[in-house]
């Protein structure tokens, strides 16, 4: 199957600080992706969508100031956490989706910790 | 509104038993449906998926899942478990047709298998 790269896989940063973690599509074009934030033992959270060349859409309740998504390129897409805190250290997860073949290829995950 | 429900928070089951877990699912258009496990610490991994045809869908590591449309239903099964089946599984809808392309999630299913 497709690869999806992420990275970082971990990062330690401290509060106020900006984190970009980018999320790359190695081996198909991906014209959409979808980046989710997973708490301890629970389900995925969709955060955003993000389509190529245009502004990412975002879910209920997720602030887009604060968690900016640019998807500049058919293989790459990025979220910058802003002023991190502590209550956004989590698991950010992102997906490329194959549309043609009705697939999301998801990438390995970055552990985020805000201290 | 795309839903999918899996009732179980927890499934235990002997090494070389047949294991199922379980995902009902509602959508207003026709479903596309989705298996995926999670190791820790890891993003997902897909095992399988039905789009349309036979209702019984092969996939990764001797997994399967049967559609049943009366019932509104996509159970994985899998004929003997393994130990290192052990892990997170989560089902997810789509509705290419109907509805928001946007995939749904359930809350994922932990698999415990005991030697």
């Known amino acids: 199957g497709a690869v999806v790269s992420q990275h970082p896989s971990r990062v330690i940063c401290k509060s106020g600080t900006s984190v970009k973690i980018e999320c790359r599509s190695l081996d198909f074009q991906a014209t959409t992706m979808f980046w989710y934030r997973q708490f301890p033992k629970q389900s995925l959270m969709l955060m955003a969508t993000s389509n190529e060349g245009s502004k990412a859409t975002y879910e209920q309740g997720v602030e887009k100031d604060k968690f900016l998504i640019n998807h500049a390129s058919l293989t790459l897409s990025t979220l910058t956490v802003t002023s991190a805190h502590p209550e956004d250290s989590s698991f950010y997860i992102c997906?490329?989706?194959?549309?043609?073949?009705?697939?999301?290829?998801f990438g390995p995950g970055t552990r985020l910790t805000v201290t | 509104a795309q839903s999918v429900a899996q009732p179980e928070d927890q499934v235990n089951v002997a090494e070389g038993n047949p294991l199922t877990v379980k995902c009902t699912y509602s959508?207003?258009?026709?479903?596309?449906l989705f298996w995926y496990v999670q190791y820790p610490n890891r993003g997902l991994q897909f095992l399988l998926k039905?789009?349309?045809?036979?209702?019984l869908v092969k996939g990764s590591y001797g997994f399967e899942a049967e559609f049943n449309k009366s019932q509104t239903s996509f159970h994985l099964k899998k004929p003997s478990a393994l130990v290192s089946d052990s892990a997170l599984y989560f089902c997810?809808?789509?509705?290419?047709?109907?509805?928001?392309?946007?995939?749904?999630f359930g809350r994922g299913t932990s698999l415990i298998v005991h030697p």
């Open positions: 997810a809808v789509r509705d290419f047709t109907g509805g928001s392309y946007i995939p749904t």
């Open positions: 039905y789009i349309t045809g036979d209702n």
């Open positions: 997906s490329a989706e194959d549309r043609e073949l009705a697939e999301q290829y």
């Open positions: 959508v207003s258009g026709n479903p596309y």
